[in-house]
Structure formats: structure tokens, C-alpha cells
């Protein structure tokens, strides 16, 4: 069982995962109220959502090389302490362009704040009991962008657009302190030399990929604007791939991919997360554009989302246990594929019972999906591979949350090409989202039945007796 210290752990990077996620959506709420202090446009205010999701894409990647250089207890704290002081400086920035930078090195401290304080839960937990672990560190980043219209709308509303940042401070001030009690330093191996060829195809691909991703969002944005960005993704990404296989010290290790469980969380668990951050996206817009609904009743019926995320996690670990990876990630994938279609039915007449109804049950998808993404990834890695494979998963995972709004954007204005109403077009969106779901779903049918078993304690029989299974992950390298 987890003793005190790393649930304690395990609760701190919960934390600073939601600080992260937050800020990654709640500013575009408060962007008119930005735009019309700093005396410039909305869509100018786009910059500072996109340079701090261009600042993480382009760095997560360097976190397992730091980590292993300067230990995780001194990048961790590190990394806290910038966000924090990032935080305040954006609050009092006094214009756009210093507000873009502050969001840059806010970036800097939160691209590496989850994947280190990640790395130091799946170093110090005993496989059966990672499940718990990681359950405890998902949900809040499921959380924060369901929560982000509503917290934005509130704070817009009734206050300014300061406090969205100055939120962070006490926060980022409780988690150094809980930190410095709570991690301790490891030892400081000597790591090979950075790898320089890598960081820079693989920073310009990423960076490239997540302008792309903004451009897309973006309904101004011209078609080739948006090619040249796309194309540098292309070739950059490309040959960022091949040197990574070749170079017998990658800055991200894509050997970490012939393990099957780790390399179907990697790749159906980034399609997957990408359609979660879609959902919470369209959602608002609907009720808003659509139905004519105020920000805070459209945020407090998306809100019916974390409803269902908090309703299942206490389960999570117990269905994990009880019937096996495979099966709750088929369910999950499925769930998460019906309800997203079902959006398509909304109208202005639908009772706002049924769509809370609905959004619940996709929340509840949410949950066990990613906790089952995240748990699956690791359950089968030697120790001596955690560090890179963490790096790599962070890095698509931080990528799908910043792709989830672009396909969501371009299956938006898909649907607007095919039909000239409203509702139509998000209908379009939403049975798109849940049609790209079902590739996940076709990767979990072709698990083997006991993928993951390494960190699972079994279920057996209807008297509720458990034990826990005992397996040699290096079969599976």
C-alpha cells in the first residue's frame, strides 16, 4: 500500500497538473476583457495561449535529459518556483507584448513541473500500487479545462482578469513548500551529452506542429498560412524520427515503443486525450452561439463533465483490478465515442437534465479511459526506462491537448462548409469527434487480454479476495 509521504506525493503533482491545464484554457475566456485593458484585439490575445503552448510542447521533451543532469527534486522545485513568479508577472504586465513573455517563461516552468513530479511517483511505487497513483494525479488535469469556463466566466465576470493568474501564486507557494518537505533528492547520475541534432529538429517539429494547431483554431487564418508552418512540422518531425532511431543517445528514446502497452498508451491514449480536450471546447461554444446561453450557465452545465470524472474515480483502481486493462479501455473508448455523438442531438429545446446526463457519463469515460492510458503505459517498463518513456508520453500527451482544439476547430468549420446552419455544423463537429474516437477503440481490442497485469491486484471470485500479481516486466521489453 502507498504510505503517507507518496500519496502525499502523488497529491502535490496532482496539484501542479491542474495549475498547468488551467492555464492552458481558462485565459481564452477572459480574452476580451485582456484585449480591452492592454488596448489591443482578441485575436491578438490568442498569442498568449499559443506561446505558452508552443513554450511546453517545446520543451517537455528536455525534461528527461534535465532531470537525469540536475536530479528531479532540483527541477521540480525549480520549476514551481518559475511558474509561480511567471504567474504574478502576468498579472502585472502592463501590455501585450510583456504579457506574451511572461507566458513564455510561465511555459518554461510548467513543461517541466508535471513530467518530473510524474517521474518521482513512478519511481517510488510499487507497481500494484500505481494504479491509485496515477488515478490520484489524472483526474485534476481532467478537471481544469471542464472547469475553466465557468472559473473564467465567474472571474471575469465578477472580478478582473488579473486574478486568473494571481490564483497561482498562493497555489504554486503551497506546493514549493509541500515539495520541499515531501521530495527528496535522489541521486545525481551523470547523464550522456545533450543531444543537440534532436533538440533542434525535434523543438522546431513540435513547435511548428502546435503553431499549426493555432492557426487551424484560428478563424481568420488563411490556407497557406497555415501550409508553410504544417510543412516545416512535416520535415522537421520526419527527420527528427529517423535521427532518434539512429542515434545511440536520442533526446527522446522511440525505442520505449516496442513495448505494447506502453506504445498503445503513447499513440491511441494521445488520439484519445486529444478528443477529451475537444469536448470541453465545443461544448461552451454551442450553448453560447447556438442556444444563446450566458458564460456561466454554459460553464456550469460543462461542469456536469468533472461531475462524472470525480463520480468514477473512486472505482477506477477497483475496475482496473477487477476486469483487466483491455476491457476497461474498450468500454471507455466506446463510452467516450457514443456520448461525444450524442452532443450532435442537442438542440435549444433539449432539457437541460439530458445534457447533464450526458456530459456526466462522457466525464465518467474520461476518467477511466486516462487513467487507464496513464496506469497501462508504465505497468510494463523497467525502471531504467522510466525516465525516457515518462518524457515521451508527457510530450504526446501535451500535444494532443493542444491538437484536441484544432480538430475540433476544423471538423467546426467542416460542418460549416457543408451546411449553413449553426446547430448542423456542431453536429458535424461532435459525430466527427466521436467517429476519431473509435481508433482507440480499435487499438484496445488488439491488447493482448493481460497487458498490464504487472500492476493490477485481481478480483478473485465473488468473495472479494485479492492478491497481487507477480510478473517479470522485462518479458515484455
Request: hydrophobic share 55%.
Amino acid at each position: 500500500m502507498m504510505d503517507s509521504r507518496q500519496r502525499g506525493t502523488a497529491l502535490l503533482v496532482a496539484g501542479c497538473f491542474f495549475m498547468e491545464m488551467l492555464d492552458g484554457t481558462i485565459v481564452s475566456t477572459a480574452a476580451p476583457q485582456i484585449a480591452a485593458d492592454l488596448h489591443t484585439t482578441p485575436a491578438s490575445v490568442g498569442l498568449i495561449i499559443t506561446a505558452y503552448l508552443v513554450t511546453l510542447a517545446v520543451l517537455i521533451p528536455l525534461s528527461g535529459w534535465l532531470t537525469a543532469r540536475f536530479g528531479p527534486r532540483r527541477v521540480f522545485l525549480a520549476a514551481i518556483t518559475v511558474f509561480t513568479v511567471a504567474s504574478l508577472a502576468c498579472a502585472l504586465a502592463p501590455d501585450l507584448p510583456t504579457l506574451v513573455g511572461m507566458r513564455v517563461l510561465q511555459g518554461v516552468g510548467g513543461a517541466m513541473m508535471v513530467p518530473v513530479g510524474r517521474l518521482v511517483v513512478l519511481a517510488r511505487t510499487a507497481k500494484p500500487d500505481l494504479p491509485r497513483a496515477v488515478a490520484c494525479i489524472v483526474w485534476p488535469g481532467l478537471a481544469a479545462p471542464v472547469a475553466a469556463p465557468l472559473l473564467g466566466g465567474l472571474i471575469t465576470t465578477y472580478a478582473s482578469w488579473h486574478w486568473i493568474f494571481l490564483l497561482n501564486v498562493p497555489l504554486g507557494a503551497l506546493a514549493l513548500l509541500v515539495a520541499r518537505r515531501l521530495i527528496e533528492p535522489g541521486v545525481q547520475s551523470a547523464p550522456p551529452p545533450l543531444d543537440t541534432t534532436g533538440v533542434l529538429l525535434t523543438c522546431t517539429g513540435l513547435a511548428a506542429l502546435t503553431w499549426t494547431a493555432h492557426l487551424v483554431s484560428e478563424t481568420h487564418s488563411s490556407l497557406a498560412g497555415t501550409a508553410l508552418p504544417a510543412a516545416i512540422a512535416a520535415v522537421a518531425l520526419a527527420a527528427a524520427g529517423r535521427h532518434l532511431l539512429r542515434t545511440p543517445h536520442p533526446l527522446i528514446n522511440l525505442r520505449t515503443l516496442d513495448v505494447q502497452s506502453f506504445r498503445a498508451a503513447a499513440l491511441d491514449g494521445s488520439l484519445y486525450m486529444a478528443v477529451v480536450g475537444a469536448v470541453p471546447f465545443l461544448l461552451p461554444l454551442l450553448f453560447q452561439e447556438v442556444f444563446g446561453w450566458g458564460a456561466v450557465k454554459s460553464g456550469a452545465v460543462v461542469l456536469f463533465v468533472f461531475v462524472g470524472n470525480i463520480g468514477i474515480k473512486p472505482a477506477t483502481t477497483y475496475l482496473i483490478n477487477r476486469f483487466g486493462f483491455r476491457p476497461l479501455l474498450i468500454v471507455s473508448t466506446l463510452g467516450l465515442a457514443a456520448t461525444t455523438a450524442a452532443c450532435a442531438l442537442f438542440t435549444a429545446a433539449t432539457p437541460v437534465a439530458v445534457i447533464a446526463v450526458v456530459a456526466a457519463l462522457g466525464g465518467v469515460a474520461r476518467s477511466a479511459g486516462l487513467t487507464g492510458y496513464s496506469t497501462i503505459a508504465f505497468s510494463e517498463l523497467r525502471p531504467d526506462r522510466l525516465r525516457d518513456a515518462n518524457a515521451l508520453f508527457a510530450t504526446g500527451q501535451q500535444l494532443a491537448a493542444g491538437l484536441g482544439v484544432a480538430i475540433a476547430a476544423a471538423a467546426l468549420r467542416g460542418g460549416a462548409a457543408l451546411t449553413d446552419a449553426p446547430r448542423s455544423a456542431y453536429a458535424v463537429a461532435f459525430v466527427v469527434l466521436g467517429a476519431l474516437c473509435l481508433v482507440p477503440t480499435v487499438g484496445a481490442l488488439r491488447l493482448r487480454p493481460g497487458a498490464g497485469d504487472a500492476v493490477r491486484r485481481v478480483v478473485a471470485g465473488q468473495r472479494g479476495v485479492t492478491q497481487a500479481i507477480v510478473s517479470d516486466s522485462r518479458k515484455s521489453e
